[in-house]
């Protein structure tokens, strides 16, 4: 259980000493270093990819037809063949690098230019091409990957079905052998079963990654992968049909559509077959007896798109913040202070609040998500590939991936509707950008599933740490539940907290502050949720499958939100391990400052549970908000350093609001009016007319 009394930086008088000064303190953030740090473990290979991203030839053009669209961006493709950056994961004897982390690093960039080049290469090399790469073997490689790597080939990944969506183990197209012709028959039983949202499949896909049910000797070997030529210059090949999508509400440079099969033949070695085989004779093989392992493990291999699209929900949300940040810093609003300059916009408090929080959790997700990027390439690499690195990667992946696109389109929503009027026009991208990312909530996997996926890891965990527990241990632990009930439910550890910060917000911060202190409150929360739930479900093995399932249903939402709260300490604690690495104390000091603000707003989002559950007194909770506020005072002069260290310039911003027009534009309205006063020909203000009439017609009335 949390001890929150326990921290060095506890303080006697009512304010801390790092808030004296601290606008005028001369702290300055060195950019250059923190810059390279937001680079990430393949900074080369980003710096690569924005050089290709400033490149006008890659930006999007607005007000294209649907069809130009989708026609640019397929050149644009073809433009990233002749550069060769996206061949980096393939393997060498190919022109590859076998480069997986520095692939996806330099691949998440492309969503700087436009994020349909972005998932349109990755349709093509991150899910079809890697479906080849992952799923199949050294003669698949050779056989089909050179046309993928080119373009010569362009492709689709074709799983996803109307009647199924997250639930691919349920898909009902079928591949059934012939073992008369050692063909596979692939088919589409149903209206249900057809492939939809399926990108590259209505106008450029010449062949699909077709997930299906095998099928051989009377048996389903469950679903496994299958390369299909669905297409060639005069359209859709016999036994293959389908429709366009049409438009969407967002990412509208891609071809999406449907696909159907009615009994096409494909050879028997266009199954993908490194994790299952059909013999000539139809005898199926694997490496993994267990279907269900055999099925996570083949979708496991795949994982490259969640990973790849939590990272490019961070570059858009860093983009939509340096823009609204930026333009925040030069627009000028209202005479608050002086009566001849308008307050700078992002100096008023609730600015502040709209923007410099979501700043600190894009700081946190984007260092959570290069420890995933490093996972990632462990695992790809082989250097750290068991089981346990796997399901590792796949869980940080879910959670992350869950929590950053969530996060990018309300820091997109904010951002548009900081800038005013200004953010709603096209030209400023802020718009487009939350349109194209909206849909990154639910492809590669809903949210909501993939942090239930994400909580039943947290309860088998859990449930690991007593399996071979002896009655004794389990008692034991049950008392210190109940205790911990007691003592957090009954109010004692809430009144010791209030007895100790009594009459001081200084000492209820200081407390808080410390980062030990900020770890127990996560950690516990999350502890303290899972083992709630484990208690609840512990029944569930002896009840029948139905109610099992209902109990399950009934702790669904509390799970999802355990989920939630463990990939927020993730973040959190990815944060302050590169605190360690900074050398600059200048640096460290305000970045400890925008961590202690994305912790902090944890906490106060989470307030109601610490309050209820006797984690916090009420006069620690309030301190809570009030450091809050004074973070962002101290953070406020380091705002516009914070986001020019995500190092995007105007080439990647594009838009007009955060070019320095702004700042011109006030320059020149304060010399107008400064040389329209000095001239002696400024008309007089109305209240100021008024205010002398009375002065000279009612002078008692006015003196009073």
Known sequence: MVDTSLSPAAVEGGILDEDRDHVTDGIRIDVEELS??????????????????????????EGQSLEEYRDTVFGQLKLLVENGQVHRAFPKQLGG???????????????TADPSLQIKSGVQWGLFGAAVLHLGTREHHERFLPGIMSLETPGAFAMTEIGHGSDVASIATTATYDAETEEFVIHTPIRAAWKDYIGNAAVHGKAAAVFAQLITNGVNHGVHCFYVPIRDDDGFLPGVGGEDDGIKGGLNGIDNGRLHFTNVRIPRS????????????????????????????????LVQGRVSLDGAAVLASAVGLQIAITYASQRRQFNAASDVQEEVILDYQRHQRRLLPKLATTYAQTFAHDELLVKFDGVFSGKRDTDDDRQDLETLAAALKSLSTWHALDVLQEAREACGGAGFLAENRLTSLRADLDVYVTFEGDNNVLLQLVGKRLLGDYGKRFKDADATTLARFAAEQARGKVVNGTGLRSLAQTVADFGSTARSVGRLQDEQAQRELLTDRVESMIGTIAGRLRAASKLSKAEA????????????????????????????????TISDPATKKVLTWLRDLFGFGLVEKHLAWYLIHGRLSGQRAQSVTAYIDRLLARLRPHAVDLVDAFGYTQAHLRAPIASGIETERQEEA??????????????????????????LNHPKKSRK
């Open 670 to 695: 304060a010399a107008y009016l400064a040389d329209l006063r000095a001239s002696g020909n400024a008309p007089v203000d109305e209240k100021a007319t008024k205010s002398t009439f009375d002065a």
């Open 36 to 61: 390279e740090k937001m680079l990430g473990s393949w900074p080369e290979q980003r710096r690569a990819a924005r050089r290709l991203t400033a490149r006008p030839e890659f930006h999007r053009i």
């Open 97 to 111: 690098m076998e480069d997986h982390g520095g692939n996806i690093a330099g691949f998440e960039e492309l969503v």
């Open 549 to 580: 399932a209902a109990l399950f249903n009934q702790n669904q939402n509390e799970l999802i939100e355990a989920a939630i709260a463990h990939a927020e300490l993730l973040q959190w604690e990815a944060f302050t391990e590169a605190l360690s």
């Open 270 to 301: 266009n199954l993908l077959n490194r994790y299952g085989n059909v013999d000539a004779d139809g005898t199926y093989s694997s490496p993994i007896a267990s279907p269900g392992r055999r099925f996570f493990t083949m979708l496991g291999t």
